[in-house]
């Protein structure tokens, strides 16, 4: 018998978002440990704050 896996805390996960200054498509990871910062302006698009990061670009879609 199959049978859904629990989770039991929300899933770190990869999400696509969109640099607010150049418009650049990204993928960062929405906990991430460090600045994460555009590849091609070097705006800062997500920093670390302790557990979720706090993400200042645009999310545009959510990778499960
Ligand atoms: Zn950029």
């Known amino acids: 018998m199959v049978t859904k896996e629990l989770i039991p805390m929300p899933k770190s ?5 969109v640099c607010p200054k150049c418009k ?3 993928i960062i990871y929405n ?4 600045v994460v910062k ?5 705006n800062v698009l997500a920093e670390p704050t302790g557990g979720k990061a706090k993400i200042h670009a645009k999310i545009v879609k959510v990778l499960s």
């Open 38 to 42: 555009c590849l091609v302006c070097g």
């Open 31 to 34: 906990k991430a440990a460090t």
């Open 13 to 17: 996960r990869f999400v696509k978002v």
């Open 24 to 26: 650049n498509e990204q």
